[in-house]
């Protein structure tokens, strides 16, 4: 079974920095592009980075571009996401989730998600 | 970017009812839409990719269909349990937008 968990999330003030982490289990990190998709409380989904197996890919919607940082660590089966200059609107449960083999997929599996909260 | 509208935004249905919901891009993606089910407090599902490939589990009273830009989530028979909010997706390019949602109410 696929598993997705997140942790790292919390409560940071406005210009600080948190990381997320991502444990997957049930199926081989290093066939499939990853990525992360938040959800502000009360609204929509927001896909926010995505990472292609061997890291040599990585795209971000533009809002956190130069901000958050997206990578992965096969052998230790994660995913991370390093989110610096944090604003109140980064305020989101954040998700983890599985996209395809290919670039060309969605995502078939999500995570919980990890709630940040960015607020002094 | 491609934007992508959902319309829309909230319906009431009664159970038994054909539901359809419109998401529209603002450039044409082919068919690389996908369609998510959020139930309230609960995670989003992949419920149909490539614009109408059905994913597996998924019951057969939603279907997906369009291309280019204009696309369309068909529950032919509307059951309790769809109450849920309803995502489009693009993931032909980045950033991979998503739809603003549509609420699928039971009336």
């Known amino acids: 079974e696929v598993q997705l968990v997140e942790s790292g999330g919390g409560l940071v003030q406005p210009g600080g920095s948190l990381r997320l982490s991502c444990a997957a289990s049930?199926?081989?990190?290093?066939?499939?592009?990853m990525s992360w998709v938040r959800q502000p409380p009360g609204k929509g989904l927001e896909w926010v980075a995505n990472?292609?197996?061997?890291?040599?890919?990585?795209y971000y919607v533009e809002s956190v571009r130069g901000r958050f940082t997206i990578s992965r660590d096969n052998a230790k089966n994660s995913l991370y996401l390093q989110m610096n200059s944090l604003r109140a609107e980064d305020t989101a449960l954040y998700y983890c989730?599985?996209?395809?083999?290919?670039?060309?997929?969605?995502?078939?599996?999500w995570g919980q998600g990890t709630l940040v909260t960015v607020s002094s | 970017d491609i934007q992508m509208t959902q319309s829309p935004s909230s319906l009431s249905a009664s159970v038994g009812d054909r539901v359809t919901i419109t998401c529209r891009a603002s450039?044409?993606?082919?068919?690389?839409l996908a369609w998510y089910q959020q139930k309230p407090g609960k995670v989003p599902k992949l419920l149909i990719y490539?614009?109408?490939t059905l994913q597996s589990g998924v019951p057969s009273r939603f279907s997906g269909s369009g291309s280019g830009t204009d696309f369309t989530l068909t529950i032919s028979s509307l059951q309790p349990e769809d109450v849920a909010t309803y995502y489009c997706?693009?993931?032909?390019?980045?950033?991979?937008?998503f739809g603003q949602g549509t609420r699928v109410a039971i009336k």
């Open positions: 989730a599985r996209s395809g083999l290919q670039w060309n997929f969605p995502h078939d599996s």
């Open positions: 049930g199926f081989t990190l290093n066939r499939y592009w």
């Open positions: 990472i292609k197996q061997d890291e040599k890919e990585k």
């Open positions: 450039q044409g993606i082919s068919n690389y």
């Open positions: 490539a614009a109408s």
């Open positions: 997706q693009k993931y032909i390019t980045a950033p991979w937008t």
